[in-house]
């Protein structure tokens, strides 16, 4: 099953225990007690296993400050602190310690994290961080010594209802957002008890920042979720596969689902695409050594890409200021997949690298005859969108590559899912024909197992 039982407290207790854990102070554990009698008042909101616990990355990055604003009452941790509605707080960490400041006032260090949970759950009740809001608890902690991480915790529909706008266009038909719903409650529901983020490594979350037709595809929906042999499935999707859907097995290896067929796709709009690049990103032969500023004048012709590419050596063991001279070479081998995907490539990279002022080092990658999965990621996937490749040509010093589709092709294409439902089609029809052969069913039914 995948729930345990019910329990008669604030959902929000979970974040209080794992706060708590980190403290030993006898006193701590005494607040924590007290602290706990006031949330054992307020009513139960929803099952205790339905909660998200997602990190703000997104749209906080890698930061030492961050503002914070409350709208309604809200509990902490700390019997110090007394945060009140309305007011801008500033939350800074220096040499490993976070503190609290509001304007006009000394500022107050904050012990281990600071723990804010809502006197009741409801849509008066906001956190902001950074100017956006938040329902349900919120949590920062230090992370990596480094950097202020916030964790949001709110329940699984709340969460849903924060999702879906971001991965699709709110204005499609209701028919397809009520697809993506239930992809995102299936990926959410089969995530329950772990901690996720807010990027595309899970799904895109802009916290409560809803719009009307997708708050009511999650609606009309709540609770149901996709299944295969009464077990969640793996509800992978795409913008566009360009016409062709692929097998997972494919793509990440693994067994083959047959729920993942490889078929045409004749409501993907396709989605052509192609990108140039130049073979001689920065001529060795006009750099001005004698110029004292020569390493600062010097420009790739494709920025945008080589931004992608030095981003991606410094962090595969090449660190330090980098400058592309050439993409020495670049070509695709000439095995396909079934669904004319193409698997594997080379590339060779010639560039210079600054340790210090005045050493410069000149290097180069070879990766030969590998997969494209480690190739994609270096040019960047908005340029190199798919693995469905028409052509790659050099001609006149100028790569150009040229595709169908946004993505890895497997699951739901969500361009497809859209004129499926422009065409009449409802959810269960778009869901039956992404993931053919499988079942939609409650989240909550007995019936339901446990995933592997």
Do not use: C
């Amino acid at each position: 099953m995948l729930h345990k039982n019910n329990l008669l407290v604030n959902p929000f207790f979970y974040m209080y225990i794992q706060a708590v854990a980190r403290e030993n102070s006898p006193m701590r554990y005494f607040t924590f007690l007290l602290t706990i009698i006031g949330i054992l008042m307020v009513p139960t909101i929803t099952n205790a296993d339905d909660m998200v616990t997602v990190k703000l990355v997104n749209y906080v990055g890698q930061t030492d400050k961050i503002n914070l604003k409350l709208e309604g009452d809200y509990f902490s941790l700390d019997p110090t602190l007394a945060l009140k509605e309305g007011v801008n707080y500033t939350i800074t960490l220096n040499k490993g310690k976070l503190y609290i400041k509001q304007k006009g006032k000394k500022k107050q260090q904050i012990n281990e994290s600071l723990v804010l949970v809502p006197q009741s759950y409801d849509y008066s009740h906001v956190v902001y961080i950074n100017e956006r809001p938040y329902l349900g608890a919120m949590e920062l902690i230090v992370e990596d010594n480094s950097s202020i991480r916030p964790i949001n915790q709110l329940p699984l529909e709340d969460y849903l209802k924060g999702v879906v706008p971001f991965e699709v266009f709110s204005s499609w038909g209701l028919e397809t957002l009520k697809a993506q719903t239930l992809a995102a409650r299936t990926y959410a529901v089969s995530k329950l008890g772990q901690v996720i983020d807010d990027t595309i490594s899970y799904q895109v979350y802009g916290g409560y920042e809803w719009d009307e037709n997708t708050t009511k595809a999650v609606e009309e929906t709540k609770g149901e979720v996709i299944t295969y042999n009464n077990r969640l499935v793996e509800t992978f999707y795409s913008a566009s596969n360009g016409g062709v859907t692929e097998n997972n097995a494919n793509v990440w290896g693994g067994q083959e689902l047959s729920y993942f067929p490889i078929k045409e796709d004749p409501y993907d709009p396709i989605h052509p695409w192609e990108y140039k690049l130049h073979q001689t990103q920065i001529d060795y032969n006009e750099i001005d050594f004698e110029d004292s500023n020569w390493w600062g004048q010097l420009e790739e012709k494709d920025p945008d890409i080589t931004k992608s590419i030095k981003a991606w050596l410094n962090r595969n063991g090449y660190p330090g200021e980098i400058k592309i001279l050439e993409i020495q070479d670049f070509k695709l081998k000439g095995e396909k997949l079934d669904s004319q995907r193409s698997v594997t490539g080379s590339i060779t990279i010639n560039f210079m690298r600054m340790l210090f002022e005045g050493l410069v080092l000149f290097e180069q990658v070879e990766l030969k005859e590998v997969n494209l999965n480690r190739i994609r990621p270096m040019i960047g996937g908005t340029v190199f969108k798919s693995y469905l490749i028409d052509s790659l040509e050099l001609k006149d010093n100028v790569y150009t590559m040229k595709g169908r589709g946004f993505g890895h092709g497997v699951g739901m294409s969500q361009w497809g899912a859209h004129f499926m439902g422009e065409k009449g089609k409802n959810y269960r029809e778009i869901i039956n024909f992404y993931y053919p052969g499988t079942t939609i069913m409650d989240e909550s039914s007995k019936a339901l197992k446990q995933s592997n």
